[in-house]
C-alpha cells in the first residue's frame, strides 16, 4: 500500500554513487553533525541495493530500553535514474509493509473473538470491534507516515551538499502547448460541432 505521493529528487553526481553515497551518510559520524537530527531518538537507516537502486528502512530505539529497535512499518523504495554521466533522478515512493499490517490486526483480531461469547447487544460489541480496528489501523498509517517523512528527510539532507538541478521545462504557452482558457474554448467548440453532426 503507498503511503505518499513519489517524491523526486535530482542530484549531481553518478547515478552509480547514489547507493554508496547513502550507505555511507547512514552511519552517524561527527564528520556528518549537519545531519544530527535525522538520527535524533536513536533513529537508524538500513539500506539495500536493489535492481533498479535501492530500498530502506528505518527504525528507532524504544522508550524503555535503548538496546531494542522498533519495528519498522514502511519500505521506501527508490528508483535511480541516470540522466546525463554526473547527474541523476532518484524516484522515492514509501510503501506500507505487509508484515506490519499483520500485525496491526492481530489485537482487534484477538479483541473480536474474545467479545463474541458476552452476552451484549450485538450493535455494542460491533462498534467495539470497529473502533478496535479503526485505531490499531489509524495507529500503523500514522506511524508508518512518520517514518516515511523521517526517510525523505534522510535523504534530503544526505544530498544538501550536493548540487540540486531542475531538469528542462517546456514553454509555458507556445504553438505546441495552450493554456486552460483556450483549452476551454477549443474543447466548447468541438463539442457544438460533434453535436451539429448527430
Partial sequence: MRLLRPNYLNVAIPAESVARTLEA????SAQRLHMRDAFAEGRRYAIAPS???FRMATTSSTLFSRR???????LLNARIEPITESESRI???????APALISALIVPTVLSLL??????????????CA???AASI????????LEAHEMLYFVDKAFEDMRKFTLAQIAPIGQDVIGAQDFRELWSEHVRTNMDDT
Fill in 131 to 133: 473502533t478496535a480496528y
Fill in 91 to 97: 524516484s522515492l515512493e514509501p510503501h506500507l509493509r
Fill in 138 to 145: 489509524t495507529s500503523l498509517l500514522a506511524g508508518a507516515r
Fill in 51 to 53: 535492481a533498479d537502486g
Fill in 68 to 74: 531494542r529497535r522498533t519495528f519498522a512499518s514502511c
Fill in 25 to 28: 551518510a547512514a552511519t552517524p
Fill in 115 to 128: 467479545l463474541l461469547p458476552v452476552p451484549w447487544p450485538p450493535a455494542l460489541i460491533l462498534l467495539i
